[in-house]
């Protein structure tokens, strides 16, 4: 099993551009989760997804939309990138498992937005 | 009330030595709570979870204390080792919300010196 793949691992955007980020699990898990890491600020929750078809916000979600079309991918979409959307982005998905969740991540993409 | 504040930011240690590193929580329903690990360029991963009827869970050289009316819990690492430099999160979920959904302490980077 690859577990969560993400990809790119960079990206450069320039003001006002889009782009997506993509994730994708092969564990069959249901719970998806998009998080952005800031130094000093752990990780915050962007959005999330219970199952294919449902998705919810989570802490941090302005600027930031999703898709869950399936159970193995989760993207997020970024409209009319900011300089405050420079960080690491991280994809994780879990099972429940006598009513805990172990999150398992993916590798990260580093974004900048300039 | 969703908060989970962590503490200390940083922490050097000697090789051998006992790494201390503390979260504290408001939200009194929060009944799960994981330690994860994450090593530079990767995403975390699972160390050790407690559940708050249990004041102490130990794995290997890990263990979490859990002070349930103080709100408070810790993990120590013993015999510290160069290969335990990273950094540590703790953090907080609500089993019953049925989404997985993790909040997260703001990270502590440990290093231990040889």
């Known amino acids: 099993n690859a577990g969560v793949t993400q990809t790119p691992k960079f990206r450069i955007l320039k003001i006002g551009q889009s782009m997506t980020l993509q994730c994708t699990q092969d564990?069959?898990?249901?719970?998806m989760y998009w998080y952005r890491q800031d130094p000093g600020m752990g990780l915050k929750l962007i959005y999330y997804?219970?199952?294919?078809?449902?998705?919810d916000k989570g802490e941090v979600p302005n600027g930031y939309n999703v898709s869950r079309s399936t159970t193995e991918d989760f993207p997020l979409r970024l409209e009319l990138a900011a300089p405050s959307q420079t960080s690491v982005y991280f994809c994780?998905?879990?099972?429940?498992?006598?009513?805990?969740?172990?999150?398992?991540f993916g590798p990260g993409t580093r974004l900048t937005v300039t | 009330q969703q908060q989970v504040k962590q503490s200390p930011q940083s922490l050097i240690v000697q090789k051998g030595g006992i790494s201390i590193i503390n979260c504290a929580y408001e939200?009194?329903?929060?009944?799960?709570f994981p330690w994860y690990q994450q090593f530079p360029g990767k995403g975390p991963a699972l160390l050790i979870a407690?559940?708050?009827?249990?004041s102490e869970k130990k794995e290997g050289r890990f263990t979490i204390s859990f002070n349930k009316s103080a709100k408070q819990f810790s993990l120590h690492i013993m015999d510290s080792q160069p290969g335990d430099s990273a950094t540590y999160f703790c953090?907080?979920?609500?089993?019953?919300?049925?989404?997985?959904?993790?909040?997260f302490g703001q990270g502590t980077t440990l290093q231990v010196k040889p």
């Open positions: 407690i559940r708050p009827d249990v």
């Open positions: 564990m069959n898990h249901n719970y």
């Open positions: 994780a998905s879990s099972y429940s498992r006598t009513g805990t969740y172990e999150q398992y």
């Open positions: 997804s219970v199952g294919a078809g449902i998705t």
């Open positions: 953090a907080a979920s609500l089993t019953i919300s049925n989404t997985g959904k993790l909040i």
């Open positions: 939200n009194t329903a929060f009944d799960y």
